[in-house]
């Protein structure tokens, strides 16, 4: 029986869905990772009223919209973060599914993104000093290409050049407790790793963004956000080209 295009679309859409659902867990473990909580327990609650949150309060994206960016208890504002990383992480396991189909190829690139764009936005807050989030993102962004390109490194040996520095940064983050460097440089590395056909590119931008850091103390948030961007852009690239 031939693949329908319509069935494609249904299954496209049951994966958007699903993947809000997975942008709400991801909510979880971006806000709970800073302060070393578990993910699991306790329940969610609002974080100003501690109000535990029932399922109706719960619904991705629209249950922000419905509330007017409010707690249904104590009229808090909540974050606009909630609907906006549900909504990306919708759109990144609906376009991975449309892209590959059904398959393993499909995990893989799904999963692969959804690591990539948390770290990204673990990186924007700027809450967690520790680099044990960027280090499991690369390691697991490693691990994953294995089932459908074999070993990254074989025949790309420029690419062992940023993960040098990467594990230069590391033990040199473990050594002062700073991990600003790996922060960049894990990101650096899974932007390189994915978008491998365009390698001349980002390093003509990086510099820019780093050097820009150093000029004024005003300009690091600015350099963190352009720096965010450009993940974005190259998750969108990985996705649709």
Not at 78 to 105: D, W
Not at 163 to 170: D, K, N, P, V, W
Request: positive net charge.
């Amino acid at each position: 029986m031939p693949y329908d295009e319509s069935l494609h679309l249904l299954y496209t859409l049951f994966f958007t869905l699903f993947g809000s659902l997975l942008g709400s867990f991801s909510n979880v473990v971006i806000l709970r990772m800073a302060t070393g909580k578990s993910v699991i327990f306790p329940p969610s609650a609002c974080p100003v009223c501690s109000h535990r949150l029932f399922a109706s309060d719960l619904l991705p994206v629209f249950s922000w919209l419905f509330l007017r960016g409010r707690c249904r208890y104590c009229q808090a504002p909540i974050s606009c973060q909630y609907p906006l990383v549900e909504a990306c992480i919708a759109a990144i396991v609906g376009l991975s599914f449309y892209k590959t189909g059904h398959g393993l190829a499909f995990v893989v690139l799904a999963t692969r993104m959804v690591i990539w764009f948390i770290a990204s936005v673990i990186f924007l807050r700027n809450e967690v000093q520790r680099p044990e989030p960027f280090l499991w993102a690369i390691m697991f962004f490693i691990l994953l290409n294995f089932p459908i390109g074999g070993c990254p490194f074989i025949d790309r040996s420029m690419l062992l050049i940023p993960l040098a520095a990467i594990i230069i940064g590391f033990v040199a983050s473990l050594k002062n407790q700073a991990t600003e460097i790996f922060k960049w440089g894990g990101l650096s590395f899974l932007m390189l790793f994915s978008l491998r056909s365009s390698f001349g590119l980002y390093p003509a931008i990086l510099p820019v963004i780093l050097a820009s850091m150093h000029i004024s103390e005003k300009l690091r948030r600015p350099a963190r956000i352009a720096f965010f961007a450009t993940q974005l852009i190259s998750i969108a690239c990985s996705l649709l080209l």
